[in-house]
Every structure is written in structure tokens, then in C-alpha cells.
């Protein structure tokens, strides 16, 4: 039988006060996971949000606003989930920010943001999660890539550079964690409707004369041959399945979630 119940584990799921993070945490919350929340967003709202995930799942969540773009904040967030919770069971490294120019315009100071939150920030919360998770023989770190960690895309070349990062530290750290009770795998979305999109539909609408609607057809045909978003649900049930004893051998993949997008 396949086990994927989560309880007694706790999840760090990064930029999941909203989205896909937002989707995936409810998931492992489902199974029982114990949740720590980070991302930005109103105070008032992200206390409400605890409290009715803890309520709705019976389980303990908790919250810490770490900058992922902050080294320090990060491993200051690892040590209060060691301190609380005995340690990182369940980490999704999901923050992440975009910027789109092309290189020759591409501001240097967006570079560096996108570069430090999409991809060092795993390598940070990874580093502080290992040692707990090696010692207890247990542990999954998923990794949010995109489909821009299997192919690139114009216009955005610091989060396709960060996400063939992602992909590329999730098979290092997998071959590393081999002989072990721990898995590392990525998840490569392609577009999900959360407010980074958004913007991009909002943008094009503008751009082009469009209807919102009319500009999310033509951003996924441009893209995904299925003409549907993907949604949070969808890749929190994939990251509870990685989750799952079925699972354990299922080490270092970069799993494509994407309407068909990598596929053409």
C-alpha cells in the first residue's frame, strides 16, 4: 500500500502565503503535514490563513517572514523550525520573483534579486535542512523549477538561468542523498494562473487591445497545447505522490507539469 500520510512531519513550504506555494501547503496540510508558511503579504491575513489551515487540517502551522533573498534570514528561519518543530521534514523551495527584458536591457539589480530568491535560496534552505534529514533517514526536498528550467524563453533569461539551476542543484543534491532515506526531485510547471502571471496576462492585454480573457487563450497557445492553466491542486497532489513511500526511488527528476509545453 502506498503511504502518503504526512502526520507528525513538518513542511517548510517558501512563498506560500499565496499560489502555487499556497496550494502545495494545503496539500501536505491534507495529509497531515505540519506547515511553516513564509512569503510577504498583509500580517492580519497571514495570521487568518494559519489559523484556518490548523483548523481545517487539525494540524500545527506556523510562520516566518525570511527574505529568501537574506542568507540570514533563511538560516535564522531553519533554526526557529528546529526549535519548534524539531527540525525540517517536508522542505518546497517555491519562492520565486520575475522580471522580463532582454539581456542587453536587463537590469542588474533584477538579475541579482531573481538569481538570489529563485535559485540560492534552495541552496540555502537545502544546506540547513540536510544534516536533520540525514539523521533521521527521512526527508523530501522539492524543488518548484518551471518549464523554464527544461527550455528558455525570450525576454527572460535570469529566472530560465535560475530554474536550470534549480534543475541542476535537484540532481546534485539527489546523487548526493542517494543511499539515503532522502529524495530531492523538481517540479516544472508551466503556466499556472497565480498573480505573477497575472501580470503577464495583464501586460499583453494592454499591449495588444485584449480582453483578459482573450490575452490568457493567447498566452497559452503560445505556449501549452492543452489551453488550460495548470493549478496549485495539481502540483500539490504530484508533491504529496513525491511525498509517498511509492515514491522512494524517484530521485533527481525534473517532472514536467506543463499542458505539453516541453513536449513540442
Excluded at 1 to 17: E, F, I
Excluded at 82 to 99: M, P, R, S, W, Y
Excluded at 116 to 144: D, Q, V, Y
Excluded at 237 to 258: E, I, P, T, Y
Aim: with cysteine; charged share 20%; glycine share 10%.
Amino acid at each position: 500500500m502506498t503511504s502518503t500520510n504526512l502526520r507528525g512531519k513538518t513542511a517548510l513550504v517558501t512563498g506560500s502565503t499565496s499560489g502555487i506555494g499556497l496550494g502545495i501547503a494545503r496539500c501536505l496540510a491534507a495529509e497531515g503535514a505540519n506547515i511553516v508558511f513564509n512569503g510577504f503579504g498583509d500580517a492580519k491575513e497571514i495570521e487568518q490563513l494559519q489559523a484556518d489551515v490548523a483548523k481545517e487540517f487539525g494540524i500545527q502551522t506556523a510562520y516566518h517572514g525570511a527574505d529568501m533573498s537574506k542568507p540570514a534570514e533563511i538560516e535564522a528561519m531553519m533554526k526557529f523550525i528546529d526549535e519548534k518543530f524539531g527540525g525540517t521534514d517536508v522542505l518546497i523551495n517555491n519562492a520565486g520573483i520575475q522580471h522580463v527584458a532582454n539581456v542587453d536591457e536587463f537590469p542588474v539589480e533584477k538579475w541579482d534579486a531573481i538569481i538570489a530568491i529563485n535559485l540560492t535560496s534552495a541552496f540555502h534552505t537545502s544546506r540547513l535542512a540536510l544534516p536533520g534529514m540525514k539523521k533521521k533517514n527521512w526527508g523530501r526536498i522539492i524543488n518548484i523549477a518551471s518549464a523554464h528550467g527544461l527550455v528558455g524563453s525570450a525576454g527572460k533569461s535570469a529566472y530560465v538561468a535560475a530554474k536550470h539551476g534549480i534543475v541542476g542543484l535537484t540532481k546534485v543534491s539527489a546523487l548526493e542523498t542517494a543511499t539515503t532515506g532522502v529524495t530531492v526531485n523538481a517540479i516544472c510547471p508551466g503556466f499556472v494562473l497565480t498573480p505573477l502571471v497575472q501580470k503577464q496576462v495583464d501586460a499583453r492585454a494592454e499591449k495588444d487591445g485584449l480582453s483578459n480573457e482573450q490575452a490568457k487563450h493567447a498566452l497559452l497557445a503560445d505556449k501549452q497545447p492543452s489551453g488550460d492553466f495548470v493549478t496549485p491542486e495539481e502540483l500539490g497532489g504530484l508533491a504529496v505522490f513525491l511525498c509517498s513511500d511509492a515514491a522512494k526511488q524517484v530521485r533527481g527528476v525534473a517532472w514536467n507539469v506543463d499542458g505539453g509545453w516541453v513536449a513540442q
